[in-house]
């Protein structure tokens, strides 16, 4: 009888083994293997949301852009940028890269303006050039960091880092405004008590 009630209770211990054994071989193997698997679908989604959100951002880009327009004066205005991206809340605003400007006067005299960066207005063709930026017309050349193309003024703003140079002269100032009909220069700082820095040949 005693044996009987041992050999019960040893059974009962083996089962309560097996049982644990079990479950810690497969129910938590699977519980592991689904959470991995979610794991991954949850980063595939997040992947996959990344891609599409790239492709939103990059579906507006535009390669080798090219923008002509004339004045009612003759006067032919050329923007070309190696890369332009429009701006969804604002369409006539386009981001320029790498960027070639002429401006092509009646007189076949013609304004160079280069830039890293441009902001340019489809409406009225102002421009706001940035970074690295180059004005070129007959002997005179400008470098600045910001050059503001405003064609209802007929004004070209120079501004930031200006250095002009012609020939005979080397001038470093705040700002240089430039009259796109008459060629007129006005050269000033941003400070009265600032001085013009003019370096002349004589």
Do not use: R, W
């Amino acid at each position: 009888m005693i044996k009987k009630k041992i050999l019960q209770i040893g059974l009962i211990i083996l089962l309560v083994i097996f049982s644990g054994f079990f479950y810690q071989k497969y129910m938590i193997s699977n519980n592991t293997s689904d959470k991995v698997s979610k794991k991954k679908d949850s980063t595939k989604a997040t992947d996959e949301n990344l891609v599409l959100k790239e492709n939103k951002e990059t579906a507006n880009i535009i390669e080798n852009l090219k923008y002509t327009s004339e004045d009612l004066l003759g006067n032919i205005y050329i923007i070309n940028a190696k890369s332009a991206q429009v701006k969804e809340s604002k369409i006539d605003q386009i981001k320029l890269f790498e960027v070639m400007a002429e401006i092509i006067q009646k007189d076949d005299e013609v304004i160079y303006i280069n830039s890293d960066i441009a902001d340019y207005n489809k409406i009225n063709n102002n421009t706001i050039f940035k970074k690295n930026v180059n004005v070129k017309y007959g002997d005179q050349s400008i470098d600045a960091e910001l050059i503001n193309l405003d064609f209802s003024k007929n004004l070209i703003k120079i501004e930031d880092d200006v250095y002009y140079k012609n020939d005979n002269i080397k001038v470093n100032a705040d700002k240089i405004e430039i009259d796109i009909e008459s060629k007129k220069s006005k050269i000033t700082m941003n400070k009265i008590e600032d001085k013009v820095k003019i370096f002349a040949k004589y």
